[in-house]
């Protein structure tokens, strides 16, 4: 079999090393730019801008930066400074740091803002170490921003029992029949209000929810309150509820 002439060479070592460590896709193309401008070339660390990085990958530059970035904290690649950055493969293999598999987490809207919260904090634990102050600021100002919205739940609902009652119910109802905690906000708080006027009472608003959490809008949307008290769902329900009726009429 005849040997194309028009390849790169690559050390075994550094096949083998790329073999065990997982590099997820953007940064995975940065990467094949590198060992295209090194190796390619026959040498140690080449200058690479962002727009070259951009040609060769079809990325956007923020893209590019974002995937060069990670590749330096996974500590695959080495950047020394200049005019024009240049870029070589940092060959002490036992420093790579491997990526956490991630792990798969059905998103209903704010539902699961917490356990993205607390996977967010976990992965950027295993492969930043090197900024754990800008990392600890950041989780700071999450949960602020989940207080604050818990400070604005509460006064939407102006201390209405009713409204409280509804929320509750929704929280416990989703816990039991869906096996996770859902977080209510200040949307939800007046969505539940709304419902309350036009259905005449929690009874009505409870028999509305387990009704949306039982459709297929609820798997395709998501569980949430704000959602499942929408004008769309409710007239869903006011029609399942004439339709009972005409049937036990009839």
């Known amino acids: 079999m005849k040997t194309d002439s028009n390849f790169t060479k690559l050390p075994n070592d550094l096949l083998e090393a790329l073999a065990g460590i997982r590099i ?3 940064a995975n193309q940065i990467l094949a730019v590198i060992l295209r401008k090194t190796f390619g070339f026959g ?4 200058s690479i801008s962002l727009t070259q990085f951009a040609l060769s990958t079809g990325m956007k530059k923020p893209n590019c930066q974002r995937a060069i970035n990670k590749l330096i904290a996974m500590k695959v690649i080495k950047k020394d400074k200049g005019i024009t950055a240049k870029y070589r493969i ?3 293999f036992s420093e790579w740091l491997s990526l956490s598999k991630k792990k798969i987490v059905i998103k209903n809207d704010k539902n699961n803002y917490q356990i993205g919260l607390l996977q967010k904090k976990k992965e950027i634990k295993e492969i930043y170490d090197d900024v754990s102050v800008e990392t600890s600021s950041f989780l700071s100002r999450e949960k602020i921003k989940v207080t604050q919205e818990e400070e604005k ?31 209510v906000d200040s949307a939800d708080a007046k969505a539940a209000k709304r419902a ?3 259905l005449g009472g929690f009874e009505g608003v409870r028999d509305a929810i387990n009704f949306y959490l039982e459709s297929q809008k609820a798997k395709e949307y998501g569980f949430n309150l704000t959602t499942a008290l929408s004008k769309h769902s409710l007239n869903r329900f006011n029609e399942k509820l004439q339709k009972d009726r005409w049937l036990y009429d009839g």
Not at 43 to 46: A, I
């Open 43 to 46: 040498k140690s660390s080449d």
């Open 196 to 198: 309350l006027r036009v």
């Open 90 to 92: 940092n060959k002490d």
């Open 24 to 26: 997820p896709g953007e």
């Open 153 to 183: 739940t509460n006064s939407s609902s102006n201390g209405n029992p009713e409204i409280k009652r509804v929320l509750a119910y929704f929280i416990d109802t989703v816990k039991v029949k869906k096996g996770f905690k859902p977080i």
